[in-house]
C-alpha cells in the first residue's frame, strides 16, 4: 500500500515541501498529510493547495506529476520510500538516514546534500552537486548511495567522507573536489579538475580523463575492490554499463591531491 | 506626553549606589531613573524578582568590515540559526557571528544594553557606524585601532609628543570613536614587512622606527590621560597566546606608570611556562599586578566550549592560528593602520590548551580581589559566542556545577592550575558589578550600569531561580531608555539604540600636518577620510575630562 501524492497546481515559485517524507506523514489521514506546512516562497501554505493526497499516510509515499519545482522532497527521512514517477526540484533527499527515493525523471542540483544513510536512485539525469557539501561545511555526505543513471553536472560529492555516489553517464568538472574519503564511480566522461583538492577516497571512471598537474601517476592495476563494487551495481540497474572488460580489465591509479595529503586516488580504465 | 513607569516589590541590585538587594521601587519618566512618579505610571509588580541595570559588553566584535568577512566565510553556521522575524521585530541570522538585526536582539534577549565593538581601523569607520546604526536596542560605541597608525609612529620617532597628542584626538573626532586601541602595538610593521614576522618583546625597536612597542604604549596612555578620554587606551597586548607571554603582559601594564588603561582578554595573555612549549596557567601573576593596581581595569575574555571565531586585528596571530587548524581563513592589510585575520575555531574539552585557557579565565575572576575592575567578556566571538554569558555566570555562581564542570575535561591542563581549590562564589551583587557597574565605571558612562537617579532607564528584571544559566538567559523585563522592550519573556516592541561617542578638543592645525602624509601614501583622498557627522545617526556625546 502506498501514499498517494497528485500536483494539482504548478507552484509559481519553488515549493519546500521537506514535510513530504515517511517519518512526517506515516500514521496521518488523509486531511492530516494535506494540511502539514510547506513554504511557497516565503509564504507558508499546506500540502493540500498543491497535491491530492489518496490514501491514509503509510511509510512509501509515490509522488506524480512534475515536481521540477519542489524542493526538499524526503527531508532528514529515516525508513520507507519515496517513488517520484517524473521530474523533482533542488535537495531531494536533504539529510536523509535511511530508506529509498526513485526518482524516474530527472533532478536537479544538490541531490542528497548531509545525507548520512540511505538510497537515492535517480533514473533520468541531475544537476549539479551531487552528494555535495553546503557551500562553506567542511564535510559533505557522510554515508548511504546515490545512483544517477544519466549524467550529472560539476562538483559532484564535493567534500564527501563516507558513502558511494554512482554516475551512468558523463560527469561535469570538478569531480570529487575536496573529497575527506568514500567513493564515486563515473562510467561516461568526467570534465576537467577532478579530485582538486582531494585528502582520500576513490574516483573511478570508465574513461580517459584529463589530469590536474598535482596528481602523480602511480601504477596501472587490477583493483580487486572495484571488480566487487561493480558486480554489486550489475545487480542494482547498472548492467547496461558494466561491461566484462570493465570488471577484468587494468586500471591506471593517479595519486592526489599532491596539495594535501596526497591519499587519494582517480582510476582511470585502461583501454 | 511624558511616558512613566514604575517598578515594584523587586529586589533591587544596584552596586555603584550601594544596593544590594533592597526591595525598592525605581521610578522612570523619559527614559530616565527619577526620584517619584506620579500615581498614573506604568506598574510593574517585580516581586520576587531581581532587578539590575542593563548589562553592558565592555569588548566585543560586532560590527564592521571584519564581522562581516567572518559571516561571509561561514554560511554554513547561518543556515542551521535561523533568527525568524516576530510581529515586532527582524529576521535575521544567528551561529557564532549573527547578522547586525539578531545580534542586537539576542544581546537583549540576556539583559544587554550596551555593547562596545572592540577593534576599529579608522578607513572602515563609515561601515561601521552604518552597521552599528543597524544593531537595533542597544546603545553601543567603538574603539578605533591607532596602535600600529603609521602617520603617529613618525611623529612618535621624531618625539612630536604634542602633535601625536592632537593627532589622536583627530582621529577619534575624525571617525566618531569612543576611544583608542592598541592591538599587537609595533607587530605589523614587522609582518607587513618582514615575512612571518611579529614583535616578541615589547621592548625590542620596531624596525626602522627605532622606537619600542612600550614607548608607543606610554605615549598612547599618557596622551588619553592629558585627552581626558573617558576609558583609557584599550589595549591587547603583544604575545597574545604564546606561552610565557606574562612579561609580556606585565611589562605592558607597568608602562601605564599609575595611570589608567584597560587590559583586553587578560586570559589570553596569562600564559606561563616557556616559548614553543605547552604553556601552564600564568593567571595568578597577572591577576596579583591588576589587584594591587587600581589603575588597571581589564576583561577577562574566558574561552567557553564550542564554537567560536578568532576575529582580530592581530594579523600573526591569526596566521598562528591558522597552522594549528588548517582550515579556510581571511588574512588582511588595513592600509597604514592595521591588520587583519579571522578564522573559524572550536574549543575542545579534550585538548590540553583549550581546558586551560578555559581554567584560566575562571582563575582569573575567582582570584580577582576587585570585582569592579576584572569584567566579564568572552572576547565575542573570539573566546565564544556572548550568548554564552548565561552559562558563564553559572559557573562563576555556583560551585559545584563549577566542579562538575571540570571533571570532564582535560585532567593534565587541569592540574596545571589551582581552579579545584577554588571555592568561591560570585555573589548576585557581584555579577551585577561584572557585567554591569563596573564596566560602566571603566567606560566613563556615568548614566549608565547603574539604577541611581539621573541615570539612563535602561533596566532587567529577572525571575530568580536556582538555576543561574537558565535565569540570566531570559529576563522577564527588559528596559531600554524607559521603554519596555522585553514583556514576559517576550519582545513587545523594536527599539533603536545610539551610538556613543567621544569628542576630545584637539588643535585644528593637525590636519594640515596629517594630510600630506595621505596624499602620498593612503588609497582615499584625505578629504574623504574622515567621517561625516551624517553617520552618526542616534547618538550621544560622552563628555572628556581633559587635563590642563
Same mark, same amino acid.
Given at each position: 500500500m502506498?501514499?498517494?501524492?497528485?500536483?494539482?497546481?504548478?507552484?509559481?515559485?519553488?515549493?519546500?515541501?521537506?514535510?513530504?517524507?515517511?517519518?512526517?506523514?506515516?500514521?496521518?489521514?488523509?486531511?492530516?498529510?494535506?494540511h502539514l506546512q510547506v513554504l511557497h516562497g516565503n509564504i507558508k501554505a499546506r500540502v493540500g493547495d498543491f497535491f491530492k493526497v489518496t490514501g491514509k499516510g503509510v511509510s512509501d509515499i509515490?509522488?506524480?506529476?512534475?515536481?521540477?519545482?519542489?524542493?526538499?522532497?524526503?527531508?532528514?527521512?529515516?525508513?520507507?520510500?519515496?517513488?517520484?514517477?517524473?521530474?523533482?526540484?533542488?535537495?531531494?533527499?536533504?539529510?536523509?538516514?535511511? +530508506?529509498? /527515493?526513485?526518482?524516474? *525523471? &530527472? @533532478?536537479? $542540483?544538490?541531490? %542528497?546534500?548531509? !545525507?548520512?544513510?540511505?538510497?537515492? =536512485? #535517480?533514473?533520468?539525469?541531475?544537476?549539479?552537486?551531487?552528494?555535495?557539501?553546503?557551500?562553506?561545511?567542511?564535510?559533505?555526505?557522510?554515508?548511504?548511495?546515490?545512483?544517477?543513471?544519466?549524467?550529472?553536472?560539476?562538483?559532484?560529492?564535493?567534500?564527501?567522507?563516507? +558513502?558511494? /555516489?554512482?554516475?551512468? *553517464? &558523463? @560527469?561535469? $568538472?570538478?569531480? %570529487?573536489?575536496? !573529497?575527506?574519503?568514500?567513493?564515486? =564511480? #563515473?562510467m561516461g566522461k568526467m570534465g576537467i579538475r577532478t579530485g582538486a583538492g582531494m585528502?582520500?577516497?576513490?574516483?573511478?571512471?570508465?574513461?580517459?580523463?584529463?589530469?590536474?598537474?598535482?596528481?602523480?601517476?602511480?601504477?596501472?592495476?587490477?583493483?580487486?575492490?572495484?571488480?566487487?563494487?561493480?558486480?554489486?551495481?550489475?545487480?542494482?540497474?547498472?548492467?547496461?554499463?558494466?561491461?566484462?572488460?570493465?570488471?577484468?580489465?587494468?586500471?591506471?591509479?593517479?595519486?592526489?591531491?599532491?596539495i594535501e595529503l596526497n591519499r587519494g586516488e582517480i582510476l582511470l580504465y585502461l583501454r | 506626553m511624558s511616558s512613566e513607569l514604575i517598578i515594584v516589590n523587586g529586589q533591587v541590585y544596584d552596586p555603584a549606589n550601594h544596593v544590594d538587594g533592597e526591595v525598592k521601587d525605581i521610578c522612570v519618566r523619559d527614559g530616565k531613573i527619577v526620584e517619584s512618579v506620579s500615581k498614573s505610571a506604568t506598574r510593574i509588580d517585580a516581586h520576587g524578582m531581581v532587578v539590575m541595570p542593563g548589562a553592558i559588553d565592555i569588548h566585543c566584535h560586532i560590527a564592521g568590515p571584519k564581522v562581516n568577512l567572518a559571516r561571509k566565510l561561514m554560511p554554513e553556521d547561518h543556515r542551521l540559526d535561523v533568527h525568524p522575524k516576530t510581529a515586532v521585530t527582524r529576521s535575521g541570522t544567528g551561529g557564532i557571528v549573527p547578522?547586525?538585526?539578531?545580534?542586537?536582539?539576542?544581546?537583549?534577549?540576556?539583559?544587554?544594553?550596551?555593547?562596545?565593538?572592540?577593534?576599529?581601523?579608522?578607513?572602515?569607520?563609515?561601515?561601521?557606524?552604518?552597521?552599528?546604526?543597524d544593531t537595533p536596542v542597544i546603545d553601543k560605541g567603538f574603539y578605533v585601532l591607532l596602535?600600529?597608525?603609521?602617520?603617529?609612529?613618525?611623529?612618535?620617532?621624531?618625539?612630536?609628543?604634542?602633535?601625536?597628542?592632537?593627532?589622536?584626538?583627530?582621529?577619534?573626532?575624525?571617525?566618531?570613536?569612543?576611544?583608542?586601541?592598541?592591538?599587537?602595538?609595533?607587530?605589523?610593521?614587522?609582518?607587513?614587512?618582514?615575512?612571518?614576522?611579529?614583535?616578541?618583546?615589547?621592548?625590542?625597536?620596531?624596525?626602522?622606527?627605532?622606537?619600542?612597542?612600550v614607548h608607543v604604549m606610554e605615549s598612547f596612555i599618557e596622551a588619553a590621560h592629558e585627552l581626558g578620554l573617558p576609558h583609557p587606551p584599550h589595549i591587547h597586548c603583544n604575545n597574545l597566546g604564546h606561552s610565557g607571554n606574562i612579561s609580556t603582559t606585565l611589562d605592558t601594564m607597568k608602562a601605564?606608570?599609575?595611570?589608567?588603561?584597560?587590559?583586553?582578554?587578560?586570559?589570553?595573555?596569562?600564559?606561563?611556562?616557556?616559548?614553543?612549549k605547552n604553556p601552564v596557567s600564568g593567571a595568578r601573576e597577572i591577576i596579583d599586578y591588576i589587584n594591587d593596581h587600581e589603575n588597571i581595569t581589564s576583561d577577562v575574555g574566558q574561552v567557553m566550549f564550542g564554537k567560536a571565531t578568532a576575529m582580530t586585528a592581530d594579523a600573526p596571530l591569526a596566521w598562528m592560528l591558522r597552522n594549528v587548524k588548517l582550515d579556510k581563513w581571511v588574512n588582511a592589510d588595513t592600509e597604514c593602520e592595521s591588520g587583519c585575520g579571522i578564522l573559524p575555531f572550536s574549543y575542545q574539552e579534550a585538548i590540553y590548551t583549550h581546558t586551560l585557557q578555559w581554567a584560566m579565565g575562571l582563575e582569573l575572576f575567582l582570584m580577582s580581589k576587585d570585582p569592579w575592575r576584572v569584567l566579564m567578556s568572552t572576547d565575542h566571538p573570539n573566546g565564544g559566542s556572548f550568548m554564552n554569558y548565561p552559562k558563564l555566570i553559572k559557573l562563576l555562581m555556583d560551585s559545584a556545577y563549577r566542579r562538575e564542570a571540570l571533571s570532564h575535561l582535560n585532567q593534565k591542563a587541569i592540574n596545571k592550575t589551582v581552579l579545584s581549590d577554588l571555592d568561591r562564589e560570585y555573589t548576585l551583587n557581584e555579577i551585577a558589578i561584572i557585567t554591569r557597574a563596573g564596566p560602566a565605571r571603566a567606560l566613563g558612562l556615568a548614566n549608565k550600569g547603574h539604577l541611581g537617579v539621573g541615570a539612563d532607564a535602561d533596566i532587567t528584571i529577572y525571575t530568580e531561580?536556582?538555576?543561574?544559566?537558565?535565569?540570566?538567559?531570559?529576563?522577564?523585563?527588559?528596559?531600554?531608555?524607559?521603554?519596555?522592550?522585553?514583556?514576559?519573556?517576550?519582545?513587545?516592541?523594536?527599539?533603536?539604540?545610539?551610538?556613543l561617542h567621544s569628542k576630545p578638543g584637539y588643535n585644528e592645525d593637525i590636519a594640515g600636518e596629517i594630510e600630506p602624509f595621505f596624499e602620498d601614501y593612503y588609497s582615499v583622498k584625505f578629504s574623504n577620510y574622515a567621517v561625516s557627522d551624517d553617520y552618526l545617526h542616534l547618538h550621544e556625546e560622552i563628555p572628556t575630562h581633559p587635563k590642563s
Open positions: 502506498t501514499t498517494l501524492l497528485s500536483l494539482h497546481s504548478q507552484p509559481d515559485v519553488p515549493l519546500e515541501a521537506d514535510t513530504i517524507s515517511p517519518d512526517a506523514i506515516t500514521g496521518l489521514s488523509e486531511l492530516g498529510i494535506e509515490c509522488l506524480e506529476g512534475d515536481l521540477s519545482k519542489v524542493k526538499m522532497i524526503g527531508a532528514s527521512m529515516s525508513v520507507g520510500s519515496i517513488t517520484v514517477e517524473g521530474n523533482v526540484g533542488m535537495h531531494v533527499g536533504i539529510g536523509m538516514s535511511g +530508506g529509498q /527515493i526513485l526518482v524516474k *525523471g &530527472d @533532478a536537479s $542540483d544538490w541531490v %542528497g546534500p548531509e !545525507m548520512t544513510g540511505g538510497r537515492i =536512485i #535517480v533514473k533520468g539525469n541531475a544537476g549539479h552537486m551531487v552528494g555535495s557539501a553546503f557551500r562553506g561545511q567542511a564535510v559533505g555526505i557522510t554515508g548511504g548511495e546515490i545512483f544517477i543513471h544519466g549524467d550529472a553536472k560539476n562538483e559532484i560529492g564535493n567534500s564527501m567522507r563516507r +558513502g558511494l /555516489i554512482v554516475i551512468g *553517464g &558523463d @560527469a561535469g $568538472d570538478f569531480t %570529487g573536489v575536496n !573529497m575527506r574519503a568514500g567513493t564515486i =564511480i #563515473v585528502i582520500r577516497g576513490t574516483v573511478a571512471c570508465f574513461e580517459d580523463a584529463p589530469m590536474l598537474p598535482s596528481f602523480e601517476y602511480s601504477c596501472k592495476y587490477q583493483p580487486l575492490f572495484l571488480r566487487l563494487y561493480l558486480i554489486r551495481l550489475q545487480k542494482n540497474g547498472f548492467e547496461n554499463k558494466i561491461e566484462d572488460r570493465h570488471l577484468n580489465g587494468k586500471y591506471r591509479r593517479f595519486s592526489g591531491d599532491g | 547578522s547586525t538585526f539578531a545580534t542586537g536582539y539576542r544581546y537583549c534577549t540576556m539583559g544587554y544594553t550596551t555593547a562596545m565593538e572592540a577593534a576599529v581601523p579608522p578607513i572602515t569607520a563609515r561601515h561601521v557606524l552604518e552597521e552599528l546604526d596602535g600600529n597608525n603609521a602617520f603617529l609612529y613618525k611623529l612618535l620617532k621624531e618625539g612630536r609628543k604634542n602633535e601625536f597628542k592632537e593627532a589622536i584626538a583627530w582621529w577619534v573626532n575624525a571617525v566618531h570613536a569612543y576611544t583608542v586601541k592598541l592591538v599587537n602595538t609595533g607587530s605589523d610593521e614587522l609582518w607587513k614587512g618582514r615575512k612571518n614576522a611579529n614583535i616578541t618583546n615589547v621592548n625590542e625597536n620596531i624596525d626602522h622606527y627605532d622606537i619600542t612597542p601605564a606608570q599609575g595611570r589608567r588603561v584597560h587590559m583586553a582578554h587578560v586570559q589570553f595573555h596569562s600564559f606561563g611556562g616557556e616559548l614553543n531561580e536556582e538555576d543561574r544559566e537558565q535565569m540570566f538567559n531570559a529576563p522577564r523585563y527588559v528596559i531600554k531608555d524607559g521603554i519596555t522592550v522585553i514583556k514576559d519573556h517576550e519582545f513587545a516592541t523594536d527599539h533603536r539604540g545610539k551610538i
